[in-house]
């Protein structure tokens, strides 16, 4: 036995470093066969990129790679550990079904904690393996595990451990360094804000990313700079451009196609964006107009049913562009803003999420006023108002008391008690 652990050591050893935690999962988690002839794409997978031609003894892995999970778990029959681990990554409740300490024994001590961190990721396990002897990408991705689980149960102090996860890939595997680098730095950004330093830390892991072909990744990554940046633009214009720069980035890698929720993410940021610029002449109306665009395209991906909370922020921000866009045809943005309005009225529960209820009343009451359908208005704006002052929302009550006022004037009739 002693010698058997012996080889598997040695074999492992001849097997380092492994390209795990790089691409998306599942592939993320396979194993390449150790050896000589596999060296180079063990390497050229860790640097984010896929070989020009895969070794034909490894068409499971290729086929993985590319998105086949089920092609890929049926061409894996072998039953040396890593075919048995690769089969348990990709198929992990099919047959035949894997003794998980003796799939940890069979890949030895460096590469056996994997098998944890894979049944942590799919739920079997309650928490993450603890790090052993473990080093570089294996004892990464631990690290990354007990980031997660302190997260997901609100522990964000705890999640430090993924600076180590940084630090222990750093040498072995940058590309994965760098994606941990991102994250934790876009963490760091929901606690600090946009600091320099965190925004260096994201430029950072950007120049590593850019080489790969992770355009996921990459993309994603732009979309939290750009939102990094416009955090902390104000109403700074040349901090909107440098925001604007990376959102456009995010779009040429991506489609609604390939990767849909993000595409209208970034597609939202920009939008809002690009209203937030000052309109200092005739040619930014045309910003205007590609940012109604980009919320349109968005909210064919959110819906109410899927994606409830952002289709209601995205519904509101198209019809206040719309009621603000210069247009010739502003009398038929004005209806169009209303009825959206009135659509996220109904999705806004009066007793559930009375603030978000009560703006989207005053909001179509300022649309209904514009509009010259005042006692609508009058009523809208009244409601939005008890709301507001149930709530001692002030700085909404007087808003709202503003365009009663104006309304009033138009109607050449005193404001409002």
């Not at 902390?232 to 990767?259: K, M």
Request: no cysteine.
């Amino acid at each position: 036995m002693a010698d058997r652990d012996a080889a598997t050591d040695i074999a492992t050893r001849h097997a380092r470093p492994q390209p795990v935690g790089v691409f998306p999962l599942p592939a993320g988690f396979l194993l390449v066969p150790g050896g000589d002839d596999t060296a180079e794409l063990r390497r050229t997978l860790a640097a984010g990129r896929q070989p020009d031609a895969w070794p034909a003894r490894l068409l499971a892995l290729e086929l993985a790679y590319r998105g086949d999970i089920v092609g890929a778990a049926t061409q894996i029959d072998g039953d040396d550990p890593i075919d048995r681990y690769n089969r348990f990554v990709l198929r992990p409740g099919g047959p035949p079904l894997e003794d998980p300490a003796q799939l940890r024994q069979a890949l030895g001590a460096e590469l056996g904690i994997l098998v944890d961190v894979v049944r942590f990721a799919l739920g079997d396990l309650a928490e993450p393996p603890p790090l052993a002897a473990e080093t570089g990408e294996i004892a990464a991705l631990v690290h990354s595990a007990h980031a997660a689980h302190a997260m997901a149960a609100g522990r964000t102090g705890q999640a430090a451990a993924l600076g180590l996860a940084v630090a222990a890939a750093w040498d072995t595997s940058p590309v994965l360094a760098a994606q941990l680098l991102s994250t934790t730095a876009d963490l760091r950004r929901s606690v600090e804000g946009p600091t320099d330093d965190v925004l260096a830390d994201l430029t950072t892991a950007l120049a590593a990313l850019d080489a790969t072909e992770l355009v996921i990744a990459r993309a994603e990554l732009r979309l939290i700079l750009g939102s990094a940046h416009q955090e902390r633009a104000g109403g700074n214009p040349a901090a909107l451009h440098t925001a604007v720069e990376h959102y456009l980035a995010a779009l040429r890698l991506i489609s609604v196609d390939s990767a849909p929720e993000l595409f209208a993410a970034v597609q939202v940021n920009l939008a809002t964006a690009y209203l937030a610029m000052p309109m200092s002449q005739a040619s930014d109306q045309l910003r205007v107009g590609v940012a109604i665009q980009g919320l349109r395209t968005a909210l064919a991906v959110y819906t109410p049913e899927t994606h409830p909370k952002q289709w209601a922020s995205t519904q509101l921000n198209l019809a206040n562009a719309l009621v603000y866009a210069p247009s010739a045809h502003q009398k038929d943005n004005l209806i169009e803003a209303a009825a959206r309005y009135q659509q996220v009225i109904a999705a806004r529960d009066r007793d559930t999420d009375p603030l978000g209820h009560a703006r989207a009343l005053a909001n179509q009451g300022n649309a209904l006023a514009h509009l010259g359908a005042y006692d609508q208005a009058t009523a809208v704006l009244h409601e939005a108002r008890s709301i507001f002052e149930e709530f001692e929302a002030d700085d909404a009550v007087l808003a709202v008391r503003g365009v009663l006022d104006e309304i009033a004037r138009w109607r050449g009739a005193p404001g409002p008690a």
